[in-house]
């Protein structure tokens, strides 16, 4: 049995407020999986992911020294930390939506 | 090579004050930088200092130099802070009396000011700064009336003057968390403050530290399971060389844990295009920023650069922006999320009839898709053992956004069955926006004065 592979089994993260801007940043366990992230997860793919958390715009930023990929999401707070009525209001968590994104193929071996 | 120890002492008002306690007791730093101030914290400080003008700052940096300050003095370690918050001055004057108290002397404390401009803006507003918001591009005359405090986020020309004229404590109002950091080692190496690249290799080696816990363990999502001493963890201390590289590592004896991965999460913590880090001391490049583990507890950070400062300062407005009412109810098994549903019916159907009037509502189910709202699908599962419903709502008024508790109530009795968690009347929030807008960095100016005990 197979499951798809998600970016969580390739990279952890951490994901915080700067007004209502969140930036997602992405940290790649590997330097395979850095390079599978670059080729997979542009902006727009991550946009869609987010959906309608995000009002705004996604713009990819990248560290290749540290394996590091940035995300900067605009208008995605519900307007920003002061203002926002999610239980979320600073974006702290918004890091883990997008390691549950799933990646094209190829399939990992599950359990 | 010589180096000089920065130890990160508190990363946000309120942040435990035992990790920068341990560090100065047990880690021979030459600084401790204190960061105390979030983006909303002037708004809160603000409205401390009008209800009494011996208020303002945060208050927990006396809990910490309580602790702290004779150890300091005793090892000759310098203590930087943003504690005075919008009233450096009063904050300055209670650490001399904290001083007094503890029968410390001589101890010299000095007030970096020239951050707080509310008082200024006719002024310069006359000699043509907008203050358009950078967002937006409103007119800052839509909120003018409401504002609560304007504060520019300053640089550390101030922190680096208070100490050359022997400062063994610094008080600031609005700097930057970085300029916490770039103040002392400008003072301590002698660079020139137009050294873009050192201040630049500098400026991240600051962010690394600036979060406390962040980079040494806290919130580690890379393997939070194995990250050690949790409890008592120990935060970062940067051992910066003259280039403005470093060597990240932590209080001795303290729990957490410093590797390439706990100080990369930092790294991406909070930063936007990591090519153009903006501070108002450096523009910053992160770009081609390396990690590499050289020992336990030892990472060395290197490879990020700089060129010149913006000409323009950012600029930290809060103005009133209404009330939130809230109501939270937890409902059980057996049909624990149609019960739910069926309360936050009857609280609308409630609100509708008290003709209750917000700008914004959210609808929130704790423990299934408070976190992630409209992309988590409805829960499916019949046994769900239990499920608390949010309602919040953002109104222009006090009295509006009351409506929502005295609304909620009847739910105890009237509403749908199974229902539990219901709290005391929650204290109504006042809500601060925030306007960022820009400030040309000629109209700031810095001043010192030095208090003595």
Partial sequence: MTQPIRVADLAHGRSGDKGDTCNVGLVAYDEAGYQRLCRELTAERVRAHYGDLVLGTVTRYEMPGIRALNFVLTRALDGGGTMSLRSDHLGKVMYAWLLRMELNGPERSGA | MKTV???????????????????????????????????????????????????????????????????????????????????????????????????????????????????????????????????????LASVRDRLTHASVYTGCEGIVEALEAGADVVVCGRVTDIALYLGPLIHHFGWAPDDWPRLGMAAAVAHAVECGGQATGGLYAGGWQDVPGLETLGYPIAEVSDDGTAVITKTPGSGGRVDVGTVSEQMIYEILDPGNYLTADVTADFTGLTLEEI??????????????????????????????????????????????????????????????????????????????????????????????????????????????????????????????????????KELFALWPCLIPRDHVRQSVQLLEA
């Fill in chain 2, 295 to 428: 020992g336990p507890d030892r990472v060395r950070i290197a490879g990020a650069t700089g060129r010149p400062r913006p000409d323009t300062l950012k600029v930290n407005m809060g103005y009133r922006a209404g009330f939130v009412g809230e109501a939270v109810f937890s409902y059980t098994w057996p049909d624990a999320y149609a019960k739910a549903q069926r309360g936050l019916a009857f609280l609308r159907e409630r609100l509708r009839r008290a003709q209750f009037s917000c700008e914004a509502e959210i609808v929130e189910y704790i423990g299934h898709n408070s976190m992630w709202g409209s992309r988590v699908p409805e829960p499916d599962d019949p046994e769900l053992m239990e499920i608390v419903m949010r309602y919040a709502a953002r109104c222009s008024t006090a009295a509006e956004a009351r409506k929502v508790f005295t609304e909620c109530v009847p739910l105890y009795n009237n509403g749908p069955a199974g229902v539990a968690g219901v709290g005391t009347r929650p204290p109504l």
């Fill in chain 2, 5 to 139: 120890k920065l130890g990160a002492g508190m990363a946000f008002w309120g942040d435990s004050v035992r990790p920068a306690i341990d560090m100065v007791e047990r880690a021979d730093i030459d600084y401790l930088c204190c960061d105390h101030l979030a983006e909303l914290t002037m708004s809160i400080l603000s409205k401390q200092q009008q209800k009494d003008p011996a208020f303002g700052y945060t208050r927990d940096v006396l809990d910490l130099l309580r602790g702290a300050l004779p150890t300091c003095l005793d090892k000759g370690i310098k203590v930087v802070t943003n504690a005075g918050g919008a009233n450096p001055r009063a904050c300055a004057e209670r650490v001399i009396g904290l001083a007094k108290e503890l029968g410390l002397s001589p101890v010299r404390v000095a007030v970096v000011t020239g951050d707080d401009i509310r008082d200024d803006i006719d002024r310069l507003m006359d000699l043509g700064v907008p203050f358009t918001n950078m967002d937006t591009g409103e007119d």
